[in-house]
């Protein structure tokens, strides 16, 4: 129970990714503030996990939905000392099919409610000395989307710049912000939009030849979240079996 008292906030908590990292928190003994944007699935999802939650419905594209969303977490679990940013939605358009409208939509839950997120709990952070920031990142941002769109490939690249950004200010104050790079998880929102020639192909490319279990990614973020990662800041963690190697 090495996370005993942290409170944590996990975005897009009600889908698989976010499901899962939730689950091994809360086994390392965190509270875990379940957000997402669907209350519906939120309120289905309380109810059959295990340990000390709170569910927040939210739009994290909103900032003033942020800073209420936050300020409810800690009214009911405390001080937010780990932060997972995991929502996301996916984009399939290349650059001509991309309209004003998917791009700033995309944009918004991918990359806008990262930075809201962590622009609210980092100043906690700072003063207590200590924090964790866990992006998830994409292997679309290193190869400009396999099957990935356009929107979608960008978001992931500034998440990963944003990483990047967190972790040089914020090292002096003995907080940690990291990535992690996953390809091809099964989840809803990437294996089910593949056609079956799509996803036959890329089980050949995968040197592993199968897609990334939800659990496979939930272990990175428990153990980037745990004492043990206090030297590892600025990293992106691949997690593609194989398919990029660099």
Avoid at 93 to 107: G, I, S
Avoid at 135 to 144: D, F, H, R, V
Avoid at 179 to 186: E, L
Wanted: with cysteine; aromatic share 6%.
């Amino acid at each position: 129970m090495v996370l005993q008292g942290k409170t944590a906030v996990v975005t897009g908590a009600a889908g698989t990714m976010g499901l899962a990292a939730a689950r091994m928190l809360l086994e390392d003994g965190a509270k875990v503030a379940l957000v997402d944007l669907d209350a519906t699935r939120l309120d289905t999802v309380v109810r059959f996990i295990r340990g000390a939650t709170h569910p927040v419905a939210c739009d994290i594209s909103d900032a003033a939905a942020v800073r209420a969303a936050c300020q409810n977490v800690e009214q009911a679990l405390g001080p937010i000392d780990i932060l997972v940013n995991n929502a996301g939605i996916l984009s399939n358009n290349k650059v001509e099919a991309t309209d004003a409208a998917e791009w700033r939509r995309v944009l918004g839950a991918n990359l806008d409610g990262a930075f809201y997120l962590a622009q609210r709990v980092v100043p906690a952070m700072k003063a207590r000395r200590f924090g964790r920031i866990i992006n998830t990142c994409s292997l679309a941002a290193k190869t400009g989307g396999l099957t990935a769109g356009t929107a979608y490939s960008v978001s992931k690249g500034a998440m990963t710049s944003l990483t990047f950004s967190l972790a040089r200010e914020l090292a002096p104050y003995g907080v940690t912000a990291n990535g992690i790079s996953p390809a091809y998880v099964k989840t809803p929102m990437i294996t089910e939009q593949l056609s079956e020639d799509q996803r036959q192909k890329l089980l050949k490319d995968i040197p592993v030849g199968r897609f990334c279990e939800p659990e496979e990614f939930a272990h990175v973020v428990r153990f980037l979240a745990s004492p043990l990662a206090g030297f590892i800041t600025g990293e992106i963690v691949d997690i593609n079996g194989g398919l990029l190697m660099d």
